[in-house]
């Protein structure tokens, strides 16, 4: 017998999301099922909108990080620049820095 995950709480058969869709459109994702087997999940517009915002910022992200790739000399020239501007620092400039 074979098993499959339903990652939602409520659950509803394809025959009964035909004869009224719209009841089902909601704040959280409900399953629905073809011979008890879940066939798709039906969502409402702003749990959708919502993914869609998380999953961009994600995409941005990793775009970001993907764009920033410094070659060796790049990396050993922003060091060369931290420690000179570390050196050339008052104190007064000092008191600003802190730890991450």
């Given at each position: 017998m074979e098993t499959h995950a339903i990652l939602a709480?409520?659950?509803v058969s394809?025959?009964?999301?035909?004869?009224n869709p719209a009841q089902y459109f909601g704040d959280q994702p409900i399953a629905v099922l073809s011979?008890?087997?879940?066939?798709?999940?039906?969502?409402?517009a702003e749990l959708f909108e919502e993914m869609m915002r998380l999953i961009g910022?994600?995409?941005?992200a990793r775009?970001?990080?993907?764009?920033?790739?410094?070659s060796g000399a790049e990396l050993a020239e922003y060091c060369k620049s931290s420690a000179?501007?570390?050196?050339?620092?008052?104190?007064?400039?000092?008191?600003?820095?802190t730890k991450w």
């Open positions: 709480e409520k659950s394809i025959s009964a999301l035909r004869n011979h008890n087997k879940p066939a798709g999940y039906v969502i409402g910022d994600r995409e941005e775009a970001f990080r993907g764009r920033f790739r410094p000179a501007a570390l050196k050339d620092a008052k104190p007064e400039n000092l008191e600003e820095f």
